[in-house]
């Protein structure tokens, strides 16, 4: 009796024992599940996350290219290159030749040695029509260089003539105070247009380069006139004192000369196309 009872409570510990073991193996089978979708999840939100990342860089990067290609179509580069042109001209040769003449008459002035200076004036003067003729006549000795060097040396040549003549007691001081204000004024505008007119990069280099041509200058009418009249007044001044001969004429000459003086410095003001702008030629 006592041995079936052993025998039963033994087969009811076996079967609990089976029972709890396979609890047991479902309930860590059921908790490795778990992780593993846990992880799935995790990876598939970390791989959803990194494609967005990947694609945000690559929309970063796809804009760094169009910008950089954006912000060097202007710049200097491989297919883009400076006009250049010759100027080594006879034309150019003769305008720098009467700038080095300027000081030499303004010496002579001061030292009234007035039948030398009028020779040499008259020579100053032959150059300018020369360099002119040459220019107009022959297309490969014209410049864009030269139509800015042209009228500076004019300018130069005037403005020192017209101070060392004031300075000898000649011309009276308010004309040439007019005159040197004028010219100042259109020589500091030539500049302000070379500034604007050079393409980046900017450098001193380029600024000053003088076969980089970047503009040209179209006098007016009435300034061309002015010179005329300005060289008139400075060559009469010269053959006064030289020869002894018209000096009742120089009076005129002052109300005249500043008349046109003031008028064309006006036209510079309103009036267009005074200036055309060289735009960088490209690259085949």
């Given at each position: 009796?006592?041995?079936?009872?052993?025998?039963?409570?033994?087969?009811?510990?076996?079967?609990?024992?089976?029972?709890?073991?396979?609890?047991?193996?479902?309930?860590?089978?059921?908790?490795v599940?778990v992780?593993?979708?846990?992880?799935?999840?995790?990876?598939?939100?970390?791989?959803?996350?990194?494609?967005?990342?990947?694609?945000?860089?690559?929309?970063?990067?796809?804009?760094?290219?169009?910008?950089?290609?954006?912000?060097?179509?202007?710049?200097?580069?491989?297919?883009?290159?400076?006009?250049?042109?010759?100027?080594?001209?006879?034309?150019?040769?003769?305008?720098?030749?009467?700038?080095?003449?300027?000081?030499?008459?303004?010496?002579?002035?001061?030292?009234?040695?007035?039948?030398?200076?009028?020779?040499?004036?008259?020579?100053?003067?032959?150059?300018?029509?020369?360099?002119?003729?040459?220019?107009?006549?022959?297309?490969?000795?014209?410049?864009?260089?030269?139509s800015?060097?042209?009228?500076?040396?004019d300018?130069?040549?005037?403005?020192?003539?017209?101070?060392?003549?004031?300075?000898?007691?000649?011309?009276?001081?308010?004309?040439?105070?007019?005159?040197?204000?004028r010219?100042?004024?259109?020589?500091?505008?030539?500049?302000?247009?070379?500034?604007?007119?050079?393409?980046?990069?900017?450098?001193?280099?380029r600024?000053?380069?003088?076969?980089l041509?970047?503009?040209?200058?179209?006098?007016?009418?009435?300034?061309?006139?002015?010179?005329?009249?300005?060289?008139?007044?400075?060559?009469?001044?010269?053959?006064?004192?030289?020869?002894?001969?018209?000096?009742?004429?120089?009076?005129?000459?002052?109300?005249?000369?500043?008349?046109?003086?003031?008028?064309?410095?006006?036209?510079?003001?309103?009036?267009?196309?005074?200036?055309?702008?060289?735009?960088?030629?490209?690259?085949?």
């Amino acid at each position: 009796m006592c041995s079936m009872n052993l025998l039963r409570l033994s087969s009811i510990f076996k079967t609990c024992n089976s029972n709890i073991t396979s609890s047991v193996l479902r309930y860590r089978s059921t908790s490795v599940m778990v992780c593993q979708l846990q992880r799935f999840r995790h990876i598939a939100h970390y791989r959803k996350k990194g494609m967005k990342n990947v694609a945000l860089m690559s929309q970063v990067f796809e804009n760094v290219k169009s910008l950089k290609l954006y912000s060097t179509q202007n710049l200097p580069g491989k297919n883009v290159k400076d006009q250049t042109e010759n100027i080594l001209t006879i034309p150019n040769f003769l305008t720098v030749g009467r700038m080095i003449m300027c000081p030499i008459l303004g010496y002579l002035v001061i030292q009234n040695d007035y039948p030398t200076a009028f020779g040499l004036f008259v020579i100053a003067g032959i150059t300018d029509l020369l360099d002119g003729w040459i220019a107009r006549t022959f297309p490969s000795q014209s410049s864009l260089a030269g139509s800015f060097l042209d009228p500076l040396a004019d300018k130069l040549l005037i403005g020192t003539l017209f101070i060392s003549l004031t300075f000898s007691g000649v011309i009276p001081m308010p004309l040439t105070v007019l005159i040197v204000a004028r010219d100042s004024l259109l020589v500091a505008s030539g500049f302000y247009v070379r500034y604007i007119s050079l393409e980046p990069p900017r450098t001193v280099g380029r600024y000053f380069d003088p076969s980089l041509a970047t503009a040209q200058l179209a006098p007016t009418n009435i300034s061309k006139f002015n010179t005329a009249v300005q060289l008139l007044l400075v060559a009469c001044s010269l053959a006064v004192p030289a020869f002894s001969v018209g000096e009742p004429i120089l009076p005129v000459l002052w109300y005249v000369t500043g008349t046109t003086t003031v008028l064309s410095g006006l036209s510079y003001v309103f009036a267009k196309n005074t200036y055309r702008i060289i735009t960088r030629s490209r690259a085949k």
